[in-house]
């Protein structure tokens, strides 16, 4: 299984961008990495997923590395709106394995 | 288009009981999932069924059955719950096509096993 590695938790000022990153050194060529976030109890959320190639949408930015060692999640400008625990995850056959995600608190 | 919805909300049982929790979805999936979120955790799979007709394991199946009633429908049972079932519990579902992997959730049911 391609793990996944993220900080724990991070902080971000309102309006500002966050940056989220990620580790996944152990990725195969033809795994997806895909980002999730989960709003206090509720179903996570698809944001955004990508191979090889930089991907934006109306929600956030990913950035993979050359390498596809790790990636990061771009959210261009963040509201209260976002504080939520975000998942990073590759996908491996046709499996999702969840780690604990970042929890990003964003303050007014 | 309601998504994928999961029925009950809440459920409290006691040790021994059995209990079907429900998932149906609407967006013509191919593939559902099940998983359970403990707390502080993230999400585990417990079974999933890539196509009608078809239900493999996941990282933690024991304690659970599951049944894919027909292209929407995906039930989980718990024959004889025990304390360590208590979690809240996850349907999802996806097209599971070459490049539409992508899993969309239901709101959860949350489970207390007393």
């Known amino acids: 299984d391609a793990k996944t590695t993220q900080p724990t938790s991070m902080d971000c000022a309102e309006g500002r961008a966050a940056n989220l990153p990620c580790n996944h050194s152990?990725?195969?060529?033809?795994?997806?990495v895909y980002w999730y976030r989960q709003i206090h109890s509720q179903g996570p959320q698809y944001i955004i997923h990508?191979?090889?190639n930089n991907e934006t949408n109306e929600m956030a930015s990913l950035i993979i590395t050359e390498d596809r060692k790790s990636s990061t999640l771009i959210l261009p400008h963040a509201t209260l709106r976002d504080t939520a625990v975000y998942y990073c995850?590759?996908?491996?056959?046709?499996?999702?394995?969840f780690g604990t995600g970042t929890s990003l608190t964003v303050i007014p | 288009n309601a998504g994928v919805t999961q029925t009950p909300k809440f459920q409290v049982l006691k040790t021994g009981q059995s209990m079907t929790l429900q998932c149906a979805q609407d967006?013509?999936?191919?593939?559902m999932y099940w998983y359970r979120q403990d707390p502080g955790m993230g999400l585990r799979l417990i079974y999933y069924?890539?196509?009608?007709?078809?239900?493999d394991k996941g990282e933690v199946p024991n304690g659970y059955n599951v049944s894919r009633l027909n292209k929407r429908e995906f039930s989980l049972r718990l024959e004889s719950a025990a304390p360590s079932q208590t979690s809240v519990y996850f349907c999802?579902?996806?097209?599971?096509?070459?490049?539409?992997?992508?899993?969309?959730f239901g709101p959860g049911t949350r489970l207390l096993v007393l």
């Open positions: 995850i590759v996908l491996t056959g046709n499996q999702f394995y």
């Open positions: 069924s890539a196509s009608e007709g078809t239900t």
């Open positions: 999802a579902s996806s097209e599971a096509s070459a490049g539409k992997e992508t899993q969309y």
């Open positions: 967006m013509n999936h191919n593939s």
């Open positions: 990508g191979l090889k």
């Open positions: 152990t990725i195969s060529g033809n795994e997806y």
